[in-house]
């Protein structure tokens, strides 16, 4: 059994914005920014695109992902559910002989998803007792700032041990009960 799979669910037939799993955001195609993240994470085995469409497909095997099969009409009309498409992938994945032990979907409209956001994910999912941070808000926005702020300070109340290194002084404040300074490898103050 592989660790785990990244599944972009990559519908080509959207009713309401023709095309919006490959159009151009910021200078490449918007599903680029899923496949870059879950590749650029290490997390996954396997980082796949679950679509109907050949464009689609030709797009997210240009960005690294790769398309082992096609999507079937069943799971590409527009009552087909996410929970439905997965479980497509997963049946042809064991089709194969391949089997996961950690699926995570991630849509193709996603441009903010990073692969430093899912490595955070994947850490607290496996509910270690001690979680080690480096830097873990380096390339937030405010929003996912606070929103891991939000997240961490609710492990510590779940009695997590979390050891973060960090250069950023307000996470620091907001985050930590005992602090320790290094400098050069030294401890200062």
Do not use: W
Not at 104 to 114: D, K, R, W
Not at 159 to 180: F, P, Q
Request: aromatic share 6%; charged share 25%.
């Amino acid at each position: 059994m592989e660790k785990a799979i990244a599944i972009i669910t990559a519908r080509g037939g959207s009713k309401r914005i023709p095309g919006k799993n490959i159009k151009n955001f910021c200078g490449k195609p918007i599903i680029a920014y899923s496949i870059e993240a879950a590749l650029k994470s290490g997390l996954f085995s396997e980082v796949m695109v679950s679509t109907d469409s050949q464009k689609i497909a030709q797009i997210a095997q240009e960005y690294g992902a790769s398309v082992p099969f096609m999507r079937s009409a069943k799971t590409a009309d527009d009552y087909a559910t996410t929970s439905d498409v997965i479980m497509e992938v997963m049946d042809n994945y064991k089709k194969l002989g391949r089997t996961f032990e950690y699926i995570c979907c991630i849509y193709p409209t996603a441009p903010f998803v990073t692969a430093q956001k899912l490595i955070a994910a994947q850490t607290i999912m496996e509910e270690p007792s001690l979680l080690i941070l480096d830097e873990p808000m380096n390339g937030l926005d405010n929003q996912g700032v606070q929103e891991m702020r939000q997240l961490f300070l609710k492990l510590k109340e779940e009695g997590k041990t979390i050891l973060l290194a960090s250069h950023n002084r307000e996470d620091i404040a907001a985050l930590c009960d005992t602090t320790v300074e290094i400098d050069r490898g030294k401890i200062v103050g």
